[in-house]
């Protein structure tokens, strides 16, 4: 009773989940290795004290409201989710119909061609040049393209493509292009200012990442009212719950704990990339809160295996086409310090 193309399709794979009370260290998902605010857990505490029973805002008005204030932007230029997956399959299912097409630079987020053969539409991947830029072919039209991805910063590569090239490709494309920046905090730069400049230009958060809140699952998208207005119809109807809203934007309220979170995780990552390489791996520079790693002299697959064997958890990725390597998030100096003394006793 399934539709033949559910049931042809693989599904997409998580990066493994430990199980409770598991003694490792976990540096394969990208989550943030540090509590998050204090006042996120009290502004839960109080939402919670108020009830459960009622339905939440529908719009997570004191959310948007606050990331407005926050980000320069007029909430009316926001829309909410549970989590950025929640936003990106909106956006999918908002522009593409069965048969039409997407694109996305590759490697990049393998869940975009998960949402594209849900809806039944067709797959363009189109590959970064070698140092992880994009050519001018990236915006080539055909007929069935409605939608085009960009993660940015890229996973699993942590680089970034610079803004004004971000908007010179939009500009090009027949099709809107959805930058998910889901690391964007962690990066130099960022694309919200393209928005204002550009309809064709969508912005995407996640809180699961920077703000330490991946278990709370809040997203949020940044499009022109025009395209938030359309958006909103395709949403479920209370995606965001009471406890989700109250948590975010008391997250969002904090930003000196960004700040000071921000440059802990950054300063290990310097550290992490650096060592990484003195030991003979070839990494691009991350502006994301995790690495890349690669090498040309000896496989990675089973220095992955070996690290899971020792108690720590790091993704394996192998890219059809493109070549396999490690991602690595940024975990606390400890953490850190775990892995390179694991690491450096396999490849020494």
Known sequence: MIRPSIQAMSGYVSGEQPAPGAKVIKLNTNENPYPCSPRVLTAIREAMAGGLQKYPDPLATAFRMRAGDVLGIDPDWIQC?????????????????AQDGIRYAYPGYILYRTLAQIQEATVDEWKFRSDWTLDDAFATANSRLRL????????????????NRVFELADALPCPLVVDEAYADFAETNCLRLVAENEKIIVTRTLSKSYALAGLRFGFVIAQPRIIEQLAKIKDSYNCDILSIAGATAAMDD?????????AILATRDRLVLRFRDLGFETPPSQANFIWATRTDRPVRPIYEQLKRDGVLVRYLDYAGWGDGLRISVGTDSQIDALLALVEGMVS
């Open 148 to 163: 085009a991805f960009l993660a940015n910063p890229n996973s699993p590569s942590g680089t970034v493509i610079p803004a």
């Open 255 to 263: 930003q000196g704990w960004l700040i000071e979170n921000r440059q």
């Open 81 to 97: 989710g549970n989590g950025s997956d929640d936003i990106l399959t909106i956006l999918i299912r908002a522009f593409v119909g």
